[in-house]
């Protein structure tokens, strides 16, 4: 298409245009992110994975299987039901981290009394920067006869604080900042150019 006489490339609003539409990436980009980690942290509240009844009185392994899916979290933890008794400060238990093909487990002791509480539960053990699947092992070596028949529940779940809703925060706001600066370019360029044009004479 030739140009008219005096008509100059609009090379300002192409140049707006390419950054505008970079923008509008960072948007897009940015508001996935916010979808992602608002949906994940909502999960990780509450997912509760491998939940599984045990019996603290008798000895033997548990096995609770558990995903590292929600990355932003700080790790996953063995939490314990029924954990504010006192008689449960005496199990003597060891727990494991294991993935896949792992032959030689490290084994780490627990003292429950040293654990830390919430509420009515314990946390036993805490994995950072696990792999995306793997099991936590519990293995009772001192069981507690007065546990017996007292039904309690052991779960994995996701370690969370405000940090993650931070993050969620952020990308929201990366999102939003890109969207109106996009907006507000090609709404510019949009107005400017029809201005241009009925400025311009008419050709007979």
Excluded at 10 to 22: E, K, T
Excluded at 26 to 54: D, H, K, P, Q
Excluded at 75 to 102: C, K, M, N, P, Y
């Amino acid at each position: 298409m030739s140009q008219a006489p005096g008509q100059r490339f609009p090379i300002g609003r192409v140049i707006l245009c390419i950054i505008g539409s970079g923008l509008l990436c960072i948007c897009v980009f940015f508001t996935s992110e916010y979808v992602r980690v608002s949906r994940g942290l909502e999960l990780a509240r509450t997912a509760r994975m491998g939940e599984v009844l045990v019996d603290l009185s008798k000895a033997g392994q548990v096995r609770v299987p558990a995903r590292f899916e929600f990355r932003e979290a700080h790790g996953i933890a063995l939490r314990l039901t029924g954990g504010s008794g006192t008689s449960i400060d005496e199990l003597g238990a060891r727990v494991a981290v294991a993935a896949e093909g792992d032959r030689e487990l490290e084994w780490q002791n627990i003292e429950l009394r040293y654990c830390r509480r919430d509420g009515d539960e314990v946390e036993l053990f805490m994995a950072g920067g696990a792999p995306k699947e793997f099991a936590f092992l519990l293995d009772v070596q001192r069981p507690v006869a007065a546990l017996a028949g007292q039904e309690r529940k052991l779960y994995a779940k996701y370690e969370v604080c405000g940090l993650e809703g931070l993050i969620a925060l952020v990308s929201g706001a990366f999102a939003i900042g890109g969207g109106v600066l996009s907006v507000a370019i090609f709404g510019g360029v949009m107005s400017y150019t029809r201005k241009r044009r009925r400025a311009m004479p008419t050709q007979v």
